[in-house]
């Protein structure tokens, strides 16, 4: 498995294998909700700072994490801002769960911010992913509640985590 930083004619498709990634969740969530994580899913990119990488295997990409910088906003209406770089967007394509994907990809944002002198690195999932929480607290990931909200004002809680380096 090789994990690179995407290319910039990759964003289209990039796109896609986000969305084919979480489709998966669209039953478990009000239309509400699954219309403002696809829409999420969609954005782009190429934001100023923000690193987008990939896991390749024979050539294929099987998933993909964007790492927003330490002290940005990751959500386009966020009015605070975070001390730490914070992972974002971690998909991994169906056929390739539970074969290290995901794992490769959050330990490569944790050693890029290892090597920045970063002291942590956080991150944000819905409380529907059981398999991603599941892999964030086996990596040492630890709940940060304070930081938890509710993007619709529902039931639906976007939980956050960090992972002091």
């Given at each position: ?84 770089p914070e992972i974002r967007l971690l998909a991994v394509t169906p056929e ?22 970063q002291k942590s690195i956080g991150l944000y999932t819905g409380c529907f ?20 909200f509710k993007p619709l004002n529902d039931e639906f809680t976007v939980k ?6």
């Amino acid at each position: 498995m090789l994990i690179r930083e995407a290319k910039r004619d990759e964003v289209h498709l990039l796109k896609e294998q986000r969305l084919a990634a979480y489709q998966a969740f669209q039953e478990e969530l009000s239309p509400k909700n699954w219309g403002q994580l696809k829409s999420n899913l969609a954005a782009n990119n190429l934001q100023p700072a923000v690193e987008v990488f990939v896991a390749e295997i024979g050539w294929e990409i099987v998933g993909s994490v964007m790492l927003f910088p330490a002290n940005s906003r990751s959500y386009a209406d966020d009015k605070a801002t975070t001390k730490f770089p914070e992972i974002r967007l971690l998909a991994v394509t169906p056929e390739y769960r539970s074969r290290g994907v995901g794992k490769a990809l959050v330990e490569h944002c944790i050693d890029l911010s290892k090597i920045r002198k970063q002291k942590s690195i956080g991150l944000y999932t819905g409380c529907f992913m059981q398999h991603a929480i599941e892999l964030y607290e086996k990596m040492g990931f630890q709940r940060i509640t304070s930081l938890d909200f509710k993007p619709l004002n529902d039931e639906f809680t976007v939980k956050a985590f960090r992972f002091d380096i």
